[in-house]
């Protein structure tokens, strides 16, 4: 795992100081000295931090092909390489080192840009210069695990791993998207492909770029595709989703480091664990929280005869480290598992180098609540059933009807079971809470705004144009579809990169793999999402090295207490007080806020969710755009446990 950023300035002095300020504020990615390196030429700079992870001794980057007229930089890990090597050698190309990343140099050289990204498997950000060409080139892996931004502003292109790195270019402007603000609110992340700051872009997934003469151009070379096999029993689609499953575990393992795993006591992390087998697995747990993650966790490890690692977490300990967090993050991001993910990369660094996780799973095999039946109440389910032998017209007919009667219990529910998901899906928001499914509703946000960051953006109409893309699948797929190129893309993908990365650890997470999504998209969804529950078929391949009652259980991620957190008076008065600050006035109605932060406080509502999202924005405000050289003062820098690392000489 490493940092790699880059830019095209033809008229830009100094390229060589330009891109080492830069690579500078992306040291943590890469923290071994000796694998640093940069490119310059008269037009374009490149930049590269190594985290080693394969070929300790050789991999250091820029690496060039036999002549020196092309280069690379990559980061991520290719997970299929030493067949591709094999191959590219029988086609009679040398290799200087055994990484990964010179498959992808000979590969440009013998396949081109896509002929190579329809052969690779793995996560990944890279570029390409062609010097014959003075082309660079670019792409980003299949479902955005790992990140890429870029800004292009007259001759200025800059693209690179992490956002903060832009800040320290000549040319660079920086300037809130206010566009961005009311979205985020509404989502606890932001959804738009601009990010929160303005004309800096997240590249697609699943795309490849070349930049040429001051043009960039991009295409598409993988998305999510849904062929239903309808012909396969039950017992031959569980067998075909362990066989995958395995097998990317098995190449997700690949490495020249100590590989460890992350659990908790749900079944995604636990299948993962299971079949790797690694000697530590790591686990967090609250103080105050409302659930006890760890000691369940713990049975499993101990059942495989696994070293069980685990970090308690006060209410103290995650404010104090909170902004750090969110100077990772690069864009605010309100999801409180970004709590608990930061203690547990802390503590996994402290014994590996890489860690497997769970992600993806819910997203490719129908894990969310939300996907069906959201209700316990048996008048939902009487009429969820009546729904099931309407025709669609008539069921449209109902949807539409119950939208305009006035708010009673139960009509979010009602009203989403029969209408369409395009005219009511909002994403995982959902899980948390199915009578409002965004943190804020469109009304909302625009009421604590000030005017300039009011407008008459809502969450579904972001999502339509995805939703015009699988338009003729069923709908439970489509909800998937949706989160896996929203939810998953701009929330849970950017905090597991950016969090990891923070403390020096290559996160790799092996449900996302192009292999696994085959298989995964092409199952009926009725032996994903049935009577029984989710993940169905996931969760009976997952009994082939479980306990039963690991493969049964709820998802519940790492619970975090932020309600019992905002209840205690010393940390209700520390956001209050940052509520309080005067510039929070210019882009919130300070009084709106301060009474809802105050009537969450006193019980009248249950306001968790939306005070821990204006919090999250306006501590990231603050980090960026008011105190930013202080912040790199603070945080810029390799964290205490990977310092303790290098320093002792163990740092790999």
């Known amino acids: 795992m490493c940092g790699i950023i880059a830019f095209s300035d033809p008229q830009l002095e100094h390229k060589e100081e330009t891109i080492n300020s830069m690579m500078q504020l992306i040291q943590h990615r890469g923290p071994n000295t000796d694998g640093r390196g940069h490119f310059t030429d008269d037009k374009v700079a490149m930049g590269f931090v190594r985290l080693s992870v394969i070929d300790l001794k050789s991999g250091a980057q820029p690496l060039y092909n036999e002549d020196g007229s092309i280069l690379v930089t990559f980061n991520g890990e290719i997970y299929n390489y030493q067949s591709l090597r094999a191959e590219l050698i029988a086609d009679g190309h040398s290799f200087k080192t055994k990484t990964d990343t010179e498959v992808l140099l000979h590969g440009y050289e013998e396949w081109g840009m896509e002929g190579t990204l329809n052969r690779i498997r793995g996560m990944f950000a890279y570029f390409i210069y062609d010097t014959n060409k003075q082309t660079m080139y670019g792409a980003r892996d299949f479902f955005g695990i790992k990140p890429l931004y870029y800004y292009l502003q007259g001759e200025t292109f800059i693209v690179g791993s992490e956002i903060k790195a832009f800040m320290r270019h000549p040319n660079f402007k920086l300037e809130l998207n206010q566009k961005a603000v009311k979205p985020y609110l509404m989502n606890q992340y932001n959804d738009l492909s601009e990010t929160l700051f ?59 480091v100590k590989v460890g795993s992350f659990l908790s006591e749900g079944v995604d992390s636990s299948y993962v664990t299971s079949v790797l087998k690694p000697q530590e697995v ?100 009487a009429f969820a059933n009546k729904l099931h032998h309407m025709s669609d017209s008539k069921r449209q007919k109902v949807a539409k009807f119950i939208k305009k009667m006035p708010n009673f219990p139960g009509k979010t529910q009602m009203y989403t079971l029969a209408a369409k998901p395009k005219d009511f899906y909002q994403g995982e928001s959902w899980i948390y809470d199915p009578d409002q499914p965004s943190i804020f509703t469109d009304e909302q946000a625009n009421r604590v705004l000030q005017g300039n960051y009011q407008n008459d953006l809502t969450i579904s109409s972001i999502y339509q144009d995805d939703f015009e893309k699988v338009k003729d699948i069923d709908e439970v797929k489509q909800m998937q579809y949706i989160d896996l190129h929203h939810f998953m893309f701009s929330d849970i993908l950017q905090k597991a990169d950016k969090i990891s990365m923070a403390h020096s650890l290559e996160l790799r997470v092996p449900f996302l793999d192009r292999e696994v999504a085959k298989v995964a998209n092409n199952i009926p969804t009725e032996m994903l999402l049935n009577q029984h529950g989710s993940k169905q078929a996931f969760r009976k391949a997952a009994l ?49 806020i301060l009474r809802l932060l105050q009537d969450n406080y006193d019980g009248k509502i249950n306001g968790r969710r939306q005070v821990w999202t204006i919090y999250t924005f306006l501590v990231w405000y603050k980090l960026f755009f008011i105190d930013f050289d202080k912040t790199v003062e603070k945080y810029g820098h390799v964290q205490p446990e990977v310092k303790a690392l290098m320093d002792s000489g163990k740092l790999v």
């Open 198 to 256: 303005k004309n800096v872009y997240r590249f697609p997934a699943g795309h490849w770029f070349e930049y040429h003469d001051n043009k960039l151009t991009t295409h598409e070379y993988w998305d999510a595709q849904y062929d239903i096999n309808n012909n396969r029993s039950e017992e031959e689609v569980i067998e075909d989703i362990d066989k995958t499953v395995t097998e990317s575990v098995g190449l997700h393992n690949i490495a020249d």
């Open 544 to 592: 082939r090295h479980l306990p039963e009652d690991f493969a049964k259980r709820p998802k519940l991620g790492f619970p975090v207490p932020v309600k019992a957190w905002l209840e205690e008076e010393e940390y209700c008065d520390q956001v209050r007080d940052l509520f309080e600050e005067s510039w929070v006035n210019e882009i919130f109605n300070q009084r709106q």
């Open 282 to 381: 790591f686990s967090v747990n609250f103080a105050n929280g409302p659930y006890d993650e760890a000691s369940v966790a713990k049975e499993l490890a101990d059942e495989n005869g696994l070293n069980f690692n685990v970090e308690t977490v006060d209410a103290k300990e995650a404010f104090n480290d909170f902004p750090e967090m969110q100077y990772h993050l690069d864009e605010p991001d309100a999801n409180p598992s970004v709590v608990p993910l930061w203690y547990l990369c802390r503590l996994a660094r402290r014994k590996v180098t890489v860690a497997l996780s769970g992600e993806g799973a819910d997203e490719l095999f129908a894990g969310y609540v939300n996907y069906g039946m959201h209700s316990n109440n048996d008048k939902i389910k």
